[in-house]
């Protein structure tokens, strides 16, 4: 018994200090880049640096009334907002606050994977993968994909509460809500993550066939969310 759970306790230290040299090389990686950078000619500028609603003084008011902004994703213009109060339009920050995004995304992805209990070679392959392909370079050195980054920390972390809802019987209710709200922040970052629903069906039908019947309709409140903001957003994009 005591040798069991000191291997468990082995393999836990293995994995923490595998998560840490990703961290840590990821942040490295990034680091000088993200010094040295300036805001890009692209959405940045529409987003913010020439954004006049939002470096105005009724900037919030724009964002959550009159959504006079260019995409319909108030929690990305609403953190946008407070980093231009804290750093004005110093474009260093704003890069580094990506960065600590995507080392926080880093941790989330590891402790979802590790929830659904996959080899823990694929967990290292999948995690190292997330954090240095080059397709993340885009999201962590645009400023403006910040809406990327906020919407899979949301995404993420909504997955972890329905995971946890599925084992939980005394906490569901809870879990369910936290889930439910955490999806709502994600797609108000950025409504890619409409397809939060589709994977959450899969998985019940892959893991939890006998409850499928009920699992579905309890989740159908997460279909309807992302059916409302898809065609916001449609409608957004026409506009």
């Given at each position: ?5 000191t ?22 990686v ?18 913010l ?55 926080l ?27 240095l ?9 645009w ?23 599925l ?47 009920s699992l ?24």
């Amino acid at each position: 018994m005591i040798s069991l759970n000191t291997s468990k306790i082995g393999s836990k230290t293995s994995e923490l200090l595998l998560l840490l040299t990703i961290l840590t090389l990821t942040f490295f990686v990034y680091f000088y880049p993200c010094w040295e950078s300036e805001f890009l000619n692209w959405d940045d500028e529409r987003y913010l640096t020439e954004n006049k609603a939002l470096l105005s003084e009724d900037a919030f008011y724009w964002i959550w009334v009159e959504t006079e902004m260019p995409d319909p994703y108030p929690i990305t213009f609403t953190i946008l907002r407070l980093e231009y109060l804290c750093f004005g339009l110093n474009s260093v920050p704003f890069h580094y606050f990506n960065l600590l995004l995507h080392l926080l995304n880093i941790v989330l992805f590891t402790f979802f994977l590790s929830k659904i209990k996959l080899p823990k070679s694929i967990v290292s392959f999948s995690v190292f993968l997330y954090a240095l392909h080059p397709v993340q370079v885009e999201t962590v050195m645009w400023i403006s994909e910040i809406k990327n980054l906020l919407s899979a920390a949301f995404y993420w972390s909504s997955w972890l509460a329905f995971l946890h809802y599925l084992e939980d019987t005394g906490q569901r209710k809870r879990y369910y809500v936290l889930g439910v709200s955490l999806f709502i922040f994600s797609l108000a970052s950025k409504t890619m993550t409409v397809t939060l629903p589709v994977s959450l069906t899969l998985w019940f039908w892959f893991f939890h066939r006998s409850q499928f019947t009920s699992l579905f309709l309890r989740f159908l409140p997460l279909w309807f969310l992302s059916l409302a903001f898809g065609l916001i957003s449609i409608q957004s994009e026409k506009q």
